[in-house]
């Protein structure tokens, strides 16, 4: 049998397993199986944890339902982070991910601090087919045209829209997702700024579908909304709404990081059929 730990930040869920002192085997086949949420376990990612090759705390692996591997998950990292700062008796911890390095901290309201590093900005980067205005990508598809295109370690393809709620993104977003602009597919979002500033964010995740939460996704969104004018998220946290509840994104301009603020939750612990 296989322990595993069941996770979410705002209905972001995954599954965390520790691989540390002994490697799983995790063939695709398996990985749709535990993702399945009708004859598995489900999750929006597969989290596992590994001995770090950079000095950090612990090296954190993601794969998707789909069995792809991603390179960045925000709420993920701030849960994978919980459980190694507990595991530490400390405060402040490291995650190495694919995206690099994280620092990660938990604060006095018990919510978790990550820093998600820089947004890619180049069009290589990001990355996109070719060299195109990032902060207005040609591409329409009925009420969804003019985005910005952010890396996150992961690609975004950030739509503004006079209501989020009113896109049909459970059948625009996989048109999208699979859209040539973007090589590696790409997670898409469409945001609303209301008249309290707190901007209203859904979430088509690569590889996952619509989420209740998206931590690289909110980052994007804020470094979007920020190059737009829609806000300023140098000077202080921004709200963004998801269907989970609310994220707080500051970009620091001194180094350009994005911070993400948020709660997590441990659903329950279990074990699995290897």
């Not at 535990?34 to 950079?54: A, K, M, S, W, Y």
């Given at each position: 049998m296989l322990a595993f730990r069941k996770m979410h930040g705002l209905g972001n869920d995954f599954v965390v397993l520790d691989a540390r002192a002994k490697p799983v085997d995790l063939p695709e086949s398996r990985i749709r199986a535990i993702g399945d949420r009708h004859r598995?376990?489900?999750?929006?990612?597969?989290?596992?944890?590994?001995?770090?090759?950079?000095?950090?705390?612990?090296f954190m692996r993601i794969y998707n339902p789909d069995g792809s591997e991603a390179q960045a998950c925000g709420n993920g990292t701030?849960?994978?982070?919980h459980l190694l700062m507990d595991e530490a008796g400390s405060d402040e911890v490291a995650v190495q991910t694919?995206?690099?390095r994280l620092p990660s901290y938990r604060n006095s309201d018990?919510?978790?601090?990550?820093?998600?590093?820089?947004?890619?900005?180049?069009?290589?980067?990001i990355p996109l087919a070719r060299d195109v205005d990032h902060l207005h990508l040609p591409i329409e598809l009925e009420v969804l045209h003019d985005?910005?295109?952010?890396?996150?370690?992961?690609?975004?393809?950030?739509?503004?829209?006079?209501?989020?709620?009113?896109?049909?993104?459970?059948?625009?977003?996989?048109?999208?997702?699979?859209?040539?602009?973007?090589p590696e597919r790409t997670n898409v979002e469409v945001a609303s700024?209301?008249?309290?500033g707190v901007l209203r964010l859904r979430v088509w995740e690569r590889g996952a579908g619509i989420t209740l939460a998206c931590g690289s996704g909110t980052c994007a969104t804020a470094v979007?909304?920020?190059?737009?004018?829609?806000?300023?998220?140098?000077?202080?946290?921004?709200?963004?709404?998801?269907?989970?509840?609310?994220?707080?994104?500051?970009?620091?301009?001194?180094?350009?990081?994005?911070?993400?603020?948020?709660?997590?939750?441990?659903?329950?612990?279990?074990?699995?059929?290897?």
């Amino acid at each position: 049998m296989l322990a595993f730990r069941k996770m979410h930040g705002l209905g972001n869920d995954f599954v965390v397993l520790d691989a540390r002192a002994k490697p799983v085997d995790l063939p695709e086949s398996r990985i749709r199986a535990i993702g399945d949420r009708h004859r598995g376990i489900g999750f929006d990612q597969l989290l596992v944890i590994e001995p770090p090759t950079d000095g950090s705390t612990a090296f954190m692996r993601i794969y998707n339902p789909d069995g792809s591997e991603a390179q960045a998950c925000g709420n993920g990292t701030r849960c994978v982070a919980h459980l190694l700062m507990d595991e530490a008796g400390s405060d402040e911890v490291a995650v190495q991910t694919r995206r690099g390095r994280l620092p990660s901290y938990r604060n006095s309201d018990g919510t978790v601090s990550v820093d998600m590093g820089a947004p890619m900005l180049d069009w290589q980067d990001i990355p996109l087919a070719r060299d195109v205005d990032h902060l207005h990508l040609p591409i329409e598809l009925e009420v969804l045209h003019d985005p910005v295109a952010v890396g996150m370690g992961n690609p975004h393809c950030v739509f503004f829209v006079p209501d989020a709620e009113a896109v049909d993104l459970s059948r625009l977003g996989p048109q999208i997702e699979h859209h040539p602009m973007f090589p590696e597919r790409t997670n898409v979002e469409v945001a609303s700024l209301g008249p309290d500033g707190v901007l209203r964010l859904r979430v088509w995740e690569r590889g996952a579908g619509i989420t209740l939460a998206c931590g690289s996704g909110t980052c994007a969104t804020a470094v979007a909304a920020h190059l737009r004018g829609h806000v300023d998220a140098s000077e202080q946290p921004i709200r963004i709404r998801v269907d989970g509840g609310e994220l707080a994104i500051q970009w620091r301009q001194d180094d350009g990081h994005v911070i993400m603020t948020g709660p997590i939750a441990t659903s329950f612990l279990g074990e699995m059929a290897l």
